[in-house]
Structure formats: structure tokens, C-alpha cells
């Protein structure tokens, strides 16, 4: 079964970074899109930031020139930075990827979400 496991959340005061990780692993021929999704309390699951397989990557409004969505394919590996943290990014975060499977077509695939708190 292919699983997409997220590392890197936790407590951190205002302006601070953090570095999310999500790891895919399975029986995985190929990652095509990736993205991190968030939800806040109270509020809808947005998007974050998504990088297709080729060309740019595309972030949400609030976090345009301090979260950065990377990726490294050999090792099916997919970051996300974050850089001068609000208080209003407060959210569980969540890794998806579109994945190519040995013995399947592209499927959706999420994580359970890591907790990113920000404040003081």
C-alpha cells in the first residue's frame, strides 16, 4: 500500500520557520503532482502550495513569498518551508501527492496531517 507519512510540525513563536517533510513509500513507479493542503479550526481545507510534475509551482495568497513547496523525486520526498510563521498559520497540515503505482494508474494519496502551532 502506498502511505504518505508528514514530519516536521510543531510549537514555534511568531516569525519563526519550520520545515514540513512528507515521505511517500509503496510500490510507487512515479510522483506527478505534489501539494500541501492546511485546515485551521473552524475553517475549510485550502491549499498551500502544489507543484506539478513540470513547470512552476502555485501557492495560496496568504503565504506567497514565505512558504516555498520543493520536491525530490529519487527519493519521493516532498518539503515544504516556512518562513516568518503568523500565528494565523495555525493548522494541521497535509501532504498530497498523485502517484503512478507499479500495478495501477494515477491515484490520490494523502497524509494524516502534522500540527503546526505558532505562537507565543
Known amino acids: 500500500q502506498v502511505q504518505l507519512v508528514e514530519s516536521g510540525g510543531g510549537l514555534v513563536q511568531p516569525g519563526g520557520s519550520l520545515r514540513l517533510s512528507c515521505v511517500a513509500s509503496?510500490?510507487?513507479?512515479?510522483?506527478?503532482?505534489v501539494a500541501w493542503y492546511r485546515q485551521a479550526p473552524g475553517k475549510e481545507r485550502e491549499l498551500v502550495a502544489a507543484s506539478p510534475s513540470r513547470g512552476w509551482p502555485n501557492y495560496g495568497d496568504f503565504v506567497k513569498g514565505r512558504f516555498t513547496i520543493s520536491r525530490d523525486d529519487f527519493r519521493n520526498t516532498v518539503f515544504l518551508q516556512m518562513n516568518k510563521l503568523k500565528p494565523e498559520d495555525t493548522a494541521v497540515y497535509y501532504c498530497?501527492?498523485?502517484?503512478?503505482?507499479?500495478?495501477?494508474?494515477?491515484?490520490?494519496?494523502w497524509g494524516k496531517g502534522t500540527l503546526v502551532t505558532v505562537s507565543s
Open positions: 498530497y501527492a498523485k502517484i503512478r503505482t507499479d500495478y495501477e494508474g494515477d491515484m490520490d494519496y
Open positions: 509503496g510500490n510507487i513507479y512515479s510522483l506527478n503532482s
